[in-house]
Protein backbone atom coordinates (compact mmCIF):
# COMPACT_ATOMS: atom_id res chain seq x y z
CA UNK A 1 0.00 0.00 0.00
CA UNK A 2 1.52 3.29 -0.41
CA UNK A 3 1.73 6.03 1.96
CA UNK A 4 0.27 8.95 0.54
CA UNK A 5 1.64 11.83 3.49
CA UNK A 6 0.73 14.38 1.93
CA UNK A 7 -2.71 13.83 1.50
CA UNK A 8 -1.96 12.65 5.55
CA UNK A 9 -0.75 16.63 6.12
CA UNK A 10 -3.51 18.13 4.22
CA UNK A 11 -6.15 16.12 6.28
CA UNK A 12 -3.82 16.92 9.41
CA UNK A 13 -4.10 20.74 8.35
CA UNK A 14 -8.18 20.93 8.23
CA UNK A 15 -8.20 19.73 11.35
CA UNK A 16 -5.83 21.82 12.89
CA UNK A 17 -7.51 24.29 10.89
CA UNK A 18 -10.90 23.59 12.28
CA UNK A 19 -9.99 23.57 15.95
CA UNK A 20 -8.16 26.12 16.15
CA UNK A 21 -10.53 29.18 15.49
CA UNK A 22 -11.53 32.16 17.06
CA UNK A 23 -11.18 31.20 20.61
CA UNK A 24 -8.06 28.95 20.71
CA UNK A 25 -6.43 31.70 17.98
CA UNK A 26 -7.11 35.00 19.96
CA UNK A 27 -5.79 32.78 23.11
CA UNK A 28 -9.54 33.59 25.08
CA UNK A 29 -10.29 29.61 24.60
CA UNK A 30 -7.16 28.82 26.16
CA UNK A 31 -7.12 31.41 29.07
CA UNK A 32 -10.65 30.20 29.60
CA UNK A 33 -10.24 26.26 29.82
CA UNK A 34 -6.59 26.21 30.79
CA UNK A 35 -4.23 29.38 31.12
CA UNK A 36 -6.15 31.09 34.20
CA UNK A 37 -5.70 27.93 36.37
CA UNK A 38 -1.57 28.03 36.12
CA UNK A 39 0.09 24.99 36.59
CA UNK A 40 -2.93 23.08 36.83
CA UNK A 41 -3.98 24.82 33.65
CA UNK A 42 -0.95 23.18 32.06
CA UNK A 43 -0.95 19.42 33.27
CA UNK A 44 -4.89 19.71 31.39
CA UNK A 45 -3.33 20.67 28.23
CA UNK A 46 -0.67 17.31 27.98
CA UNK A 47 -3.77 15.28 28.88
CA UNK A 48 -6.27 17.29 26.27
CA UNK A 49 -3.58 16.86 23.33
CA UNK A 50 -3.53 13.15 24.12
CA UNK A 51 -6.61 13.06 23.57
CA UNK A 52 -6.93 15.17 20.74
CA UNK A 53 -4.24 12.65 19.06
CA UNK A 54 -5.89 9.35 20.25
CA UNK A 55 -10.14 10.54 19.86
CA UNK A 56 -9.48 12.93 16.68
CA UNK A 57 -8.07 10.05 14.54
CA UNK A 58 -10.39 7.41 15.87
CA UNK A 59 -13.01 10.07 15.03
CA UNK A 60 -12.10 10.08 11.03
CA UNK A 61 -11.26 6.00 11.08
CA UNK A 62 -14.49 5.40 12.49
CA UNK A 63 -16.96 7.75 10.06
CA UNK A 64 -14.57 6.56 7.31
CA UNK A 65 -15.35 2.95 8.12
CA UNK A 66 -19.18 3.61 8.34
CA UNK A 67 -18.89 5.88 5.11
CA UNK A 68 -20.64 8.76 6.69
CA UNK A 69 -21.39 11.65 4.75
CA UNK A 70 -22.59 13.77 7.64
CA UNK A 71 -21.82 13.97 11.24
CA UNK A 72 -25.21 13.06 11.67
CA UNK A 73 -24.89 9.67 10.43
CA UNK A 74 -22.15 9.15 12.81
CA UNK A 75 -24.41 10.07 16.09
CA UNK A 76 -26.68 7.75 14.81
CA UNK A 77 -24.33 4.97 14.80
CA UNK A 78 -23.29 6.15 18.09
CA UNK A 79 -26.12 6.90 19.68
CA UNK A 80 -28.60 4.82 17.90
CA UNK A 81 -31.43 6.21 15.94
CA UNK A 82 -33.81 8.41 18.16
CA UNK A 83 -31.12 9.13 20.30
CA UNK A 84 -29.25 10.06 17.28
CA UNK A 85 -31.34 12.28 16.24
CA UNK A 86 -31.55 14.35 19.31
CA UNK A 87 -27.91 14.66 19.56
CA UNK A 88 -28.16 16.28 15.85
CA UNK A 89 -30.64 18.99 16.76
CA UNK A 90 -28.36 19.83 19.79
CA UNK A 91 -25.26 19.70 17.44
CA UNK A 92 -27.17 21.95 14.67
CA UNK A 93 -27.79 24.88 18.12
CA UNK A 94 -23.85 24.06 18.99
CA UNK A 95 -22.51 24.64 15.72
CA UNK A 96 -25.04 28.08 15.34
CA UNK A 97 -23.56 28.93 18.11
CA UNK A 98 -19.96 28.51 17.68
CA UNK A 99 -20.21 30.49 14.12
CA UNK A 100 -21.71 33.15 16.04
CA UNK A 101 -18.25 33.16 18.25
CA UNK A 102 -16.25 32.50 15.57
CA UNK A 103 -17.77 36.40 13.69
CA UNK A 104 -17.97 37.97 17.08
CA UNK A 105 -14.24 36.69 17.18
CA UNK A 106 -13.53 38.52 13.34
CA UNK A 107 -14.97 41.90 14.81
CA UNK A 108 -13.32 41.97 17.58
CA UNK A 109 -9.66 41.94 15.94
CA UNK A 110 -11.03 44.49 13.74
CA UNK A 111 -12.68 47.04 16.60
CA UNK A 112 -9.65 45.85 19.29
CA UNK A 113 -6.70 45.12 17.12
CA UNK A 114 -7.86 47.69 13.80
CA UNK A 115 -9.69 50.06 15.54
CA UNK A 116 -12.19 49.79 13.44
CA UNK A 117 -16.35 48.99 13.29
CA UNK A 118 -16.67 45.23 14.77
CA UNK A 119 -19.48 44.76 11.47
CA UNK A 120 -16.90 45.31 9.14
CA UNK A 121 -14.99 42.67 10.55
CA UNK A 122 -18.47 40.62 10.63
CA UNK A 123 -19.69 41.20 6.77
CA UNK A 124 -16.42 41.13 5.52
CA UNK A 125 -15.88 37.84 6.98
CA UNK A 126 -19.44 36.46 5.63
CA UNK A 127 -18.61 37.59 1.90
CA UNK A 128 -15.45 36.05 2.28
CA UNK A 129 -16.95 32.59 3.45
CA UNK A 130 -19.24 32.60 0.97
CA UNK A 131 -17.37 32.75 -2.15
CA UNK A 132 -14.63 29.73 -0.55
CA UNK A 133 -18.07 27.50 0.39
CA UNK A 134 -18.84 28.32 -3.28
CA UNK A 135 -15.81 26.87 -4.66
CA UNK A 136 -16.35 23.60 -2.44
CA UNK A 137 -13.77 21.27 -0.35
CA UNK A 138 -10.81 22.48 -2.12
CA UNK A 139 -11.34 25.64 -0.86
CA UNK A 140 -11.00 24.55 2.42
CA UNK A 141 -7.75 22.60 1.85
CA UNK A 142 -6.30 25.52 0.24
CA UNK A 143 -7.40 27.92 3.09
CA UNK A 144 -6.18 25.85 5.59
CA UNK A 145 -2.82 24.58 4.26
CA UNK A 146 -2.04 27.98 4.05
CA UNK A 147 -3.20 29.46 7.10
CA UNK A 148 -1.99 26.42 10.04
CA UNK A 149 1.88 26.51 9.06
CA UNK A 150 1.87 30.30 9.88
CA UNK A 151 0.03 29.75 13.46
CA UNK A 152 2.23 27.09 14.68
CA UNK A 153 5.52 29.31 13.21
CA UNK A 154 4.18 32.14 15.14
CA UNK A 155 3.24 30.18 18.47
CA UNK A 156 6.85 29.27 18.46
CA UNK A 157 8.05 32.61 18.30
CA UNK A 158 5.83 33.94 21.05
CA UNK A 159 6.72 30.60 23.35
CA UNK A 160 10.85 31.13 22.25
CA UNK A 161 10.24 34.75 23.47
CA UNK A 162 8.65 33.87 26.80
CA UNK A 163 10.69 31.30 28.11
CA UNK A 164 13.61 33.70 27.89
CA UNK A 165 11.98 36.27 30.26
CA UNK A 166 12.71 36.40 33.78
CA UNK A 167 10.75 34.53 36.11
CA UNK A 168 9.26 32.40 33.26
CA UNK A 169 9.96 29.14 35.63
CA UNK A 170 8.03 30.79 38.61
CA UNK A 171 4.81 31.55 36.51
CA UNK A 172 5.26 28.37 34.79
CA UNK A 173 4.66 26.24 38.44
CA UNK A 174 2.24 29.64 39.78
CA UNK A 175 -1.17 28.26 40.79
CA UNK A 176 -3.76 31.28 40.79
CA UNK A 177 -6.54 31.33 43.11
CA UNK A 178 -10.05 30.70 41.27
CA UNK A 179 -13.17 30.42 42.80
CA UNK A 180 -14.04 27.59 39.92
CA UNK A 181 -10.65 25.64 40.40
CA UNK A 182 -12.46 22.61 40.29
CA UNK A 183 -13.30 23.31 36.46
CA UNK A 184 -9.21 22.05 35.93
CA UNK A 185 -10.05 18.75 36.36
CA UNK A 186 -12.63 18.59 33.90
CA UNK A 187 -10.91 20.72 31.51
CA UNK A 188 -9.11 18.39 29.37
CA UNK A 189 -12.26 16.53 28.95
CA UNK A 190 -14.53 19.26 27.70
CA UNK A 191 -12.31 20.96 25.79
CA UNK A 192 -11.57 18.05 23.68
CA UNK A 193 -15.35 17.05 23.64
CA UNK A 194 -16.21 20.05 22.99
CA UNK A 195 -13.47 20.51 19.92
CA UNK A 196 -14.39 17.24 18.39
CA UNK A 197 -18.08 17.38 18.60
CA UNK A 198 -17.65 20.62 16.48
CA UNK A 199 -14.94 19.06 14.13
CA UNK A 200 -16.87 16.01 12.95
CA UNK A 201 -19.06 18.21 10.92
CA UNK A 202 -15.71 19.02 9.37
CA UNK A 203 -13.79 15.79 9.71
CA UNK A 204 -16.75 13.25 8.80
CA UNK A 205 -17.31 14.49 5.52
CA UNK A 206 -13.94 14.88 4.70
CA UNK A 207 -12.61 11.40 6.23
CA UNK A 208 -15.58 9.96 4.12
CA UNK A 209 -13.92 11.43 0.84
CA UNK A 210 -10.85 10.29 1.66
CA UNK A 211 -11.55 7.10 2.65
CA UNK A 212 -7.85 5.67 3.05
CA UNK A 213 -7.74 4.00 6.71
CA UNK A 214 -3.63 4.51 7.04
CA UNK A 215 -3.62 8.64 5.57
CA UNK A 216 -6.98 9.06 8.08
CA UNK A 217 -4.83 7.71 10.75
CA UNK A 218 -1.74 9.66 10.34
CA UNK A 219 -3.83 13.01 9.62
CA UNK A 220 -5.33 12.81 12.96
CA UNK A 221 -2.10 11.55 14.96
CA UNK A 222 -0.35 14.60 12.52
CA UNK A 223 -3.35 16.88 13.54
CA UNK A 224 -3.25 16.31 17.22
CA UNK A 225 0.33 16.55 17.68
CA UNK A 226 0.27 20.07 15.81
CA UNK A 227 -2.50 20.93 17.99
CA UNK A 228 -0.49 19.78 21.57
CA UNK A 229 2.68 22.05 20.52
CA UNK A 230 -0.04 25.03 19.74
CA UNK A 231 -1.58 25.01 23.09
CA UNK A 232 1.43 24.51 24.83
CA UNK A 233 3.24 27.20 23.06
CA UNK A 234 0.30 29.50 23.81
CA UNK A 235 -0.07 29.12 27.26
CA UNK A 236 3.70 29.49 27.85
CA UNK A 237 3.16 32.63 26.25
CA UNK A 238 0.28 33.48 27.89
CA UNK A 239 1.15 32.74 31.32
CA UNK A 240 3.36 35.82 31.05
CA UNK A 241 0.86 38.46 30.03
CA UNK A 242 -0.38 40.26 33.36
CA UNK A 243 -4.15 39.94 33.89
CA UNK A 244 -5.01 38.25 31.12
CA UNK A 245 -8.51 37.26 31.67
CA UNK A 246 -8.95 41.03 30.53
CA UNK A 247 -8.13 41.29 27.39
CA UNK A 248 -10.21 39.53 23.98
CA UNK A 249 -7.49 38.98 21.97
CA UNK A 250 -4.56 38.60 24.39
CA UNK A 251 -2.42 36.27 21.84
CA UNK A 252 -1.96 40.08 19.81
CA UNK A 253 -1.41 42.31 22.75
CA UNK A 254 1.97 39.52 23.44
CA UNK A 255 2.63 40.02 19.82
CA UNK A 256 2.46 43.49 19.87
CA UNK A 257 5.00 43.78 23.08
CA UNK A 258 7.49 41.29 22.02
CA UNK A 259 7.94 41.40 18.19
CA UNK A 260 6.21 44.24 17.14
CA UNK A 261 7.63 44.14 14.11
CA UNK A 262 4.98 40.98 12.61
CA UNK A 263 1.96 42.35 14.33
CA UNK A 264 0.20 42.72 11.55
CA UNK A 265 0.72 39.61 9.62
CA UNK A 266 -0.21 38.01 13.16
CA UNK A 267 -3.49 39.86 13.16
CA UNK A 268 -3.53 38.83 9.68
CA UNK A 269 -3.06 35.31 10.76
CA UNK A 270 -5.54 35.35 13.84
CA UNK A 271 -8.06 36.28 11.08
CA UNK A 272 -7.05 33.63 8.99
CA UNK A 273 -7.37 31.17 12.08
CA UNK A 274 -11.07 32.86 12.56
CA UNK A 275 -11.81 32.90 8.64
CA UNK A 276 -10.83 29.05 8.22
CA UNK A 277 -13.04 27.99 11.02
CA UNK A 278 -16.24 29.95 10.11
CA UNK A 279 -16.01 28.15 6.75
CA UNK A 280 -15.40 24.66 8.43
CA UNK A 281 -18.84 25.12 10.51
CA UNK A 282 -20.82 26.54 7.65
CA UNK A 283 -19.23 23.83 5.79
CA UNK A 284 -20.84 20.91 7.77
CA UNK A 285 -24.08 23.08 8.99
CA UNK A 286 -24.74 23.07 4.63
CA UNK A 287 -24.21 19.64 4.58
CA UNK A 288 -26.27 19.15 7.32
CA UNK A 289 -29.22 21.18 6.49
CA UNK A 290 -29.14 19.18 2.82
CA UNK A 291 -30.43 16.33 3.95
CA UNK A 292 -33.65 18.03 5.71
CA UNK A 293 -34.42 20.47 2.85
CA UNK A 294 -33.04 20.49 -0.91
CA UNK A 295 -32.10 23.94 -1.46
CA UNK A 296 -29.32 25.51 -3.42
CA UNK A 297 -25.94 25.82 -1.25
CA UNK A 298 -26.27 29.98 -1.58
CA UNK A 299 -29.67 29.97 0.13
CA UNK A 300 -28.49 27.59 3.13
CA UNK A 301 -25.46 29.07 3.73
CA UNK A 302 -27.24 33.03 3.95
CA UNK A 303 -29.79 31.62 6.47
CA UNK A 304 -27.11 30.11 8.63
CA UNK A 305 -25.28 33.27 7.89
CA UNK A 306 -28.21 35.46 9.17
CA UNK A 307 -28.73 33.70 12.59
CA UNK A 308 -25.30 33.56 13.34
CA UNK A 309 -25.02 37.15 12.94
CA UNK A 310 -27.96 38.22 15.20
CA UNK A 311 -26.15 35.85 17.99
CA UNK A 312 -22.70 37.24 16.93
CA UNK A 313 -23.97 40.61 18.39
CA UNK A 314 -23.45 39.96 22.05
CA UNK A 315 -19.65 40.68 23.03
CA UNK A 316 -17.02 38.01 21.68
CA UNK A 317 -15.59 37.75 25.34
CA UNK A 318 -18.91 37.14 26.95
CA UNK A 319 -20.34 34.99 24.04
CA UNK A 320 -17.20 32.71 24.30
CA UNK A 321 -16.50 32.37 28.18
CA UNK A 322 -20.64 31.54 28.34
CA UNK A 323 -21.34 29.02 25.34
CA UNK A 324 -17.56 27.32 25.16
CA UNK A 325 -17.90 25.70 28.37
CA UNK A 326 -21.44 24.74 28.27
CA UNK A 327 -20.65 23.02 24.82
CA UNK A 328 -18.28 21.56 26.54
CA UNK A 329 -19.99 19.90 29.32
CA UNK A 330 -22.75 18.54 26.84
CA UNK A 331 -20.22 16.99 24.18
CA UNK A 332 -18.85 14.83 27.01
CA UNK A 333 -21.68 12.39 26.40
CA UNK A 334 -20.79 12.30 22.54
CA UNK A 335 -16.87 11.69 23.67
CA UNK A 336 -17.91 9.09 26.24
CA UNK A 337 -20.09 6.84 23.22
CA UNK A 338 -16.98 7.49 20.99
CA UNK A 339 -14.06 6.44 23.36
CA UNK A 340 -15.94 3.12 24.23
CA UNK A 341 -16.55 2.31 20.60
CA UNK A 342 -14.23 -0.32 19.39
CA UNK A 343 -12.12 0.03 16.28
CA UNK A 344 -11.03 -3.56 16.62
CA UNK A 345 -12.62 -4.22 13.18
CA UNK A 346 -10.98 -1.15 11.54
CA UNK A 347 -7.58 -2.37 12.96
CA UNK A 348 -8.13 -6.17 11.57
CA UNK A 349 -8.81 -5.54 8.39
Known sequence: ???????????????????????????????????RFGFFGFISILLSGY?????????????????????QELNVYLFGKWAGKGINIIMLVMLLGVSAVMLAGAGAVFEEQLGLPKDIGVFLTIFL????????????????????????????????????MPHFVN?????????????????????????????????????????????????????????TVILIASHFTLIMLPNLEQYEIPMAI???????????IFVLVIYGEIFTSVIGNVFGLDRQLKQYLLVPTIVSISAIFGVAYIISLVDYGKLLSYLYPLFGYISLIFFVLLWMKPLAHIEKK
Not at 1 to 13: G, L, S, Y
Not at 140 to 160: D, E, G
Open 129 to 164: SVLVMLIGIKGLFAVNTFVVPLMITFSLMLMFFSVR
Open 51 to 71: LLVFMGSKLMRMAAHIKAESY
Open 1 to 35: MKKNWTAAFQIAAVYVGTVVGAGFATGREIVEFFS
Open 171 to 227: QLLFVPHADDGWKSVLAPFSYTAFNLALAQAVLVPIANEIKDDWTIKWGGIIGGAAL
Open 254 to 264: IMKKFVPFFYW
